[in-house]
Each structure stands twice: as C-alpha cells, then as structure tokens.
C-alpha cells in the first residue's frame, strides 16, 4: 500500500446538499443550489472532499487545488492522468474531465493516492 500525502492545498468551505460522511478524499461538484454534491463518472469535478459532513447544511471542506489523499475505484500507475468515476473515486484517465495526475500509485478499489489536483497533462 503506497501512503498518500498532501502539499500545497488550496481549501474552501462549503454547505453539503446531503449526508457526505462516507465520501472523504472523493471528487465533489456544487449543484445549482450552490451546494456540494458527490462527482459523477467523467464530470468536471470542482474539487476534493477533505472532511467528512454528516448532514444537509454542514460545512464541507473543499480542496480547489495543490496535491491531496484522494480515494481510487482501480488500480492508477504514478504519473498517470486521472479522470472521476462513480461515487466520487478516481481512474485512469479514458475520456471526458481531467481531474489531475496521479502523484503515487494507487493499488485499487477503495486504495487512498496522491493527486495532483486539476493539473493538466502536457
């Protein structure tokens, strides 16, 4: 298991549109109530859920950008551009949003990573 770390975070709060206690280091987008709602398979991502809110109207805690923990749905190879998935997780990069690139390996489903958040390939 590789440890993630983060660096450099650029955070800001936020209200949850619901129950996000489970989706800490997933991909979060704000709905048109202005609210933070988890990100969907190749959405563009608004960025990473750092605390984890139990309930409609708590304060999230957003990463907008710098290198954060964030949580894989496969397996990613370090360097490798990564793109959202469901329930917020992160994969290899195939078609739609960026999302960042992958600072350390990610073993699998549920693995912890680093991402480099919102920062685009070469």
């Not at 450099?8 to 129950?19: E, N, P, S």
């Not at 859920?49 to 954060?68: F, H, I, K, Y």
């Not at 397996?75 to 997780?89: L, Y």
């Amino acid at each position: 298991m590789t440890h993630a770390y983060e660096a450099d975070l650029v955070c800001q709060g936020f209200k949850a549109d619901t129950d996000l206690s489970d989706y800490q280091y997933c991909a979060v987008e704000m709905n048109t109530d202005e609210e933070i709602v988890l990100a969907s398979e190749g959405d563009l991502m608004l960025g990473v859920l750092q605390n984890d809110p139990s309930a409609a109207g708590r304060t999230c805690r957003v990463a907008l950008g710098g290198t954060t923990t964030a949580i894989g749905s496969a397996e990613i190879e370090e360097g490798a551009n990564v793109q959202v998935t469901d329930n917020g997780k992160f994969k290899t990069y195939s078609s739609g949003a960026y999302a960042g690139i992958a600072v350390t390996p990610c073993g699998g489903d549920g693995q912890q990573f680093s991402l480099d958040i919102n920062r685009v390939p070469a």
